[in-house]
């Protein structure tokens, strides 16, 4: 399928304004790193618990921050921000730093308790079933409904258990009052009273904690930032075998462009990077490349059968035979990625934000900066040769090569 048909634009004509706009991305990417001393990396690199709590209400931030900062167990940064997304409500993360590997499983322990105090009813002794396991109610239960006179045994309670834990998951973890518990299976009018003694339900729901050390977090922005330089040497060392080395260089310097504006774009809007944002740069890395093979592949092809043409319309022709196919792929790809970006909901975020940027830089770059750069090089090799001085020795062995055709002419 062809959407453009024996085109003839002038892209390599167009290269000056998307290069100047190449470099004011990355001096603007580089600035704002520089600025807010560094990138804003995630638990996954800098190491800490990531709690992320699902409310009955609009959370209270500054009571959320204002608790956890009294909390003399938990050490370094506290931050607390909403997860503003279509496909969530009233959710909010609490990060905390640890400095300290022994800190992990203190720190995880105090967060809780400080949800506990702040929003829960630590005195009563009763069972947050907004936030307990289905064996945790089993336990709680199980002598209550036998002092009641309930005669129930193992089988029978432990799917009273699940019941009401599968009730409670289907409401997001978060069940508004206890009177709601009389449509599940199995709970009579005495159960949901010894339900009523032994349990309450808190205004909040622990969804996900996150837990890594600091030592792990160092190695894996260690292996991260090598795994990329790996694969930039890798696909480096076949260019260069499969076409020219200045191919290579030019396709590598394009995706080392791509990454860095990508990871530039992180840092202006403030993203967070994570472990799945890794993994989407280096999904690009290998989207960028081969885009750029594409384009190589059909300059290599048009030059063997048009080699008295000049390289910078022998490229311009390449990119116009592969534009239907530049469009097709880079634009179902970005409509994907901007979809997942819009829909996917907060743990796909960094990843679709990655996405989004990286192929939108990508696609141009394999044009406007890949093969200018194969296209400077050659120009400048080709005004070396021909300023080059003739050494004397050469001009004594042409001169030698001419006087016999003389003599016999």
């Excluded at 209270?60 to 009294?70: H, T």
């Excluded at 290579?248 to 774009?265: Q, S, Y």
């Excluded at 996405?355 to 830089?361: A, F």
């Amino acid at each position: 399928m062809e959407l453009f048909k024996n085109t003839h634009y002038d892209f390599l004509g167009k290269k000056w304004p998307f290069i100047i706009a190449s470099l004011i991305l990355t001096v603007a990417g580089l600035s704002s790193i520089v600025a807010r001393g560094g990138l804003n990396y995630g638990i996954d690199f800098k190491g800490g618990a990531l709690m992320t709590v699902k409310f009955a209400y609009p959370p209270p931030l500054e009571k959320i921050r204002a608790a956890f900062s009294r909390s003399p167990q938990i050490k370094g940064e506290i931050s607390v921000q909403t997860i503003t997304d279509a496909s969530t409500q009233n959710e909010v993360e609490i990060g905390t730093e640890l400095p300290d590997e022994t800190q992990l499983n203190i720190s995880r322990a105090a967060m809780q308790q400080v949800l506990v105090t702040t929003f829960g009813q630590p005195g009563n002794g009763k069972l947050d079933i907004n936030n307990t396991s289905q064996g945790a109610l089993a336990d709680r239960l199980r002598d209550p409904l036998s002092q009641a006179g309930i005669g129930m045994n193992e089988q029978q309670l432990q799917t009273l258990a699940a019941n009401i834990a599968n009730y409670n998951k289907q409401h997001s973890g978060l069940i508004g009052g206890l009177n709601e518990l009389s449509g599940v299976p199995g709970v009579t009018p005495q159960i949901l009273n010894v339900v009523r003694q032994q349990c309450y339900l808190a205004p909040y729901h622990v969804l996900e904690v996150q837990m890594v050390g600091p030592k792990v977090g160092a190695e894996l922005k260690q292996k991260a930032f090598l795994a990329t330089l790996y694969a930039l040497a890798g696909m480096l060392a076949y260019i260069a075998f499969r076409f020219e080395w200045i191919y290579g260089v030019g396709a590598v310097i394009a995706v080392f462009h791509d990454t860095i504006i990508t990871i530039g774009l992180f840092s202006i809007f403030n993203e967070q990077i994570s472990m799945t944002v890794v993994a989407a740069l280096l999904t690009l890395v290998g989207y960028s490349m081969n885009d750029t093979i594409v384009v190589f592949d059909r300059i290599r092809e048009n030059l063997k059968m048009s080699r008295r043409e000049p390289l910078e319309k022998v490229m311009n022709t390449a990119v116009n035979q592969t534009l239907s196919r530049t469009v097709m792929s880079s634009g179902l790809t970005f409509l994907t990625a901007l979809a997942l970006f819009i829909f996917g909901g907060p743990v796909l975020h960094g990843f679709s934000f990655a996405l989004v940027c990286g192929i939108t830089v990508g696609t141009y770059s394999s044009v406007f900066v890949a093969s200018p750069i194969v296209l400077f090089w050659h120009n400048y090799s080709d005004k070396r040769r021909k300023t080059a001085p003739v050494s004397p020795t050469l001009a004594r062995t042409d001169a030698g090569r001419k006087t016999p055709a003389k003599a016999v002419k």
